[in-house]
């Protein structure tokens, strides 16, 4: 099976350029002008960009939370990641205390294997340490290629795990090549806050953002900056929300640690208002950490730009309003954390932040698709378009405009938390491995075709990467 791209604009993390791609089999083969292969199936992108597939490098499908299971599984959440120029994604595995690290994998193999339309892997999460921890840790670093282990500082009596188990964690995964990952929320701060406030009656929505400050999140992010630092380890800070976070982030980077940071699209263009929307429509908008106050949206587009943020990821943890959301009706503390944004992650990146002239193209691709791949041990498979990589590919009109609505969306969730908000650009085809699973804007997928991807162990390469320093 072979196909030729033709006449449209590649776009990569580094270069703009005009070329036609030849696809032999899953892979790209060839780059270049005027590409002639008589066998091959002519797809005309001109007038269209060429990017590499997104990489989404934060999802939860099927997750249970809070008594209920986020809506999209792997069948819904990958069809709506691909229908958003998504080709690849890697979910968070939740482990239990006390079982074997096996089992949780076993059961998020189950949940996926026959369901997922595009390619996906798994992070761990780690809730405690000790020795079958310990012990098991190779097996699934290099049997199981998760690469990425999750330490949740927060959500108290829960999944929160304390500094002696971040910071094992940390020693460990600079021993076996992996990249620790942190939910940073100082999680006994929130505990109390929380407390407080419901004991003063207060169960509203906005009372998860109040409850939840910026300078939790700080503090959280440059603690675990320092265990890091002080572990000589390699740390991702997941869903950084507020300036505070990013000062931490962009200090550690300056003085030379390995510290990434990833955003999310929602906190780039909601903030803490739409919390207080009435008849309880707040719900929709509970995020943990929660969304801010606008002034942080600048403060986080501008480490977009500048590169104290290096990734975008969806978080997506759909929870329906009706029969989930609303659990929490008399208790903010109830309703579910999450919301839907795997799908329109790429999309909304490119609108608010390409066409709006706050990042590049070239960066839109680094946070959307590379950077995600290096850092997690999927490049250069993933992640760009070059000779030898899987052929994931988004053929993309930059010029399409479209609405946004729970009413055309693909996820299985009864809302959008951007309903009536207007883009621009969107996927017209999108390859997987070679293989259409968008095509005019179609989904022509087959779920089961997605493969579970074996990630590299952790480069030491990045470090100089992270050394860059600024004046
Ligand atoms: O509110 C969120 N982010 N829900 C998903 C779980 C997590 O903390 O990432
Ligand atoms: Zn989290
Ligand atoms: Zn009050
Ligand atoms: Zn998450």
């Not at 792997?74 to 482990?95: P, R, W």
């Not at 109830?334 to 999309?347: A, L, M, Q």
């Not at 259409?436 to 804007?441: L, Q």
Request: proline content about 4%.
């Amino acid at each position: 099976m072979k196909k030729i791209i033709k006449a449209g604009t590649v776009v990569t993390a580094a270069d703009t350029y005009q070329a036609d791609i030849l696809i032999e089999d899953e892979k790209v083969t060839k780059i270049g002008a005027n590409l002639h292969d008589s066998e091959a199936e002519i797809i005309d992108a001109k007038g269209m960009y060429v990017f590499p597939g997104g990489v989404d490098p934060h999802t939860h499908m099927e997750m249970p939370f809070g008594g209920t299971v986020s809506r999209d599984d792997f069948e819904t959440g990958t069809i709506a990641a691909a229908y958003g120029g998504t080709t690849t994604l890697i979910d968070f595995c939740l482990t239990d205390k006390g079982k074997p690290l096996s089992h949780a994998i076993q059961k998020w193999h189950k949940k996926s294997a026959d369901k997922a339309v595009v390619d996906y892997s798994f992070h761990l999460m780690i809730s405690e340490i000790n020795d079958a921890v310990l012990n098991e840790l190779p097996t699934v670093i290099e049997q199981e290629g998760i690469t990425s282990f999750k330490v949740f500082m927060a959500y108290k009596n829960v999944f929160q795990a304390d500094d002696e188990t971040l910071f094992r964690t940390l020693i460990t995964a600079r021993e076996h090549g992996a990249l620790v990952m942190v939910h940073a929320e100082n999680g006994d701060v929130v505990d109390y806050l929380t407390k407080k406030a419901l004991a003063a009656g207060h169960t509203e929505p906005i009372y998860h953002a109040l409850t939840r400050p910026p300078e939790a999140e700080g503090e959280a992010t440059g603690r675990a900056a320092k265990l890091t630092a002080l572990a000589d380890a390699q740390l991702y800070v997941v869903h950084v929300t507020c300036k505070e976070a990013v000062e931490q982030i962009a200090d550690a980077r300056r003085k030379g640690f390995r510290v990434w940071g990833e955003t999310c699209p929602q906190y780039l263009v909601l903030d803490q208002s739409y919390m207080e929307k009435p008849d309880f429509e707040g719900a929709k908008y509970v995020w943990s950490p929660p969304l801010r106050e606008k002034p942080h949206q600048e403060a986080l587009w501008n480490a977009l730009k500048s590169g104290d943020l290096q990734t975008i990821g969806s978080d997506q943890c759909s929870f329906d309003f009706n029969g989930q959301k609303d659990l929490g009706k008399d208790d903010f503390t109830k309703i579910p954390n999450g919301g839907p944004f795997v799908e329109d992650r790429f999309s909304v990146l490119f609108s608010e932040g390409v066409k709006k002239g706050r990042i590049s193209l070239n960066q839109f691709v680094n946070l959307v698709s590379t950077q995600s791949a290096k850092l997690f041990g999927l490049f250069p498979k993933k992640g760009t378009i070059a000779p030898g990589s899987d052929a994931d590919i988004v053929i993309f009109d930059p010029n399409a405009e479209r609405t946004i609505s729970a009413k055309t969306h693909h996820m299985a969730v009864d809302y959008s938390a951007l309903e009536g908000m207007k883009v621009t650009g969107e996927p017209v085809a999108v390859l997987s491995r070679g293989n259409y699973v968008i095509r005019d804007k179609q989904f022509v997928g087959k779920p089961g075709d997605g493969q579970y991807l074996k990630r590299k162990q952790f480069s030491m390469n990045h470090k100089a990467e992270s050394q860059t320093v600024k004046m």
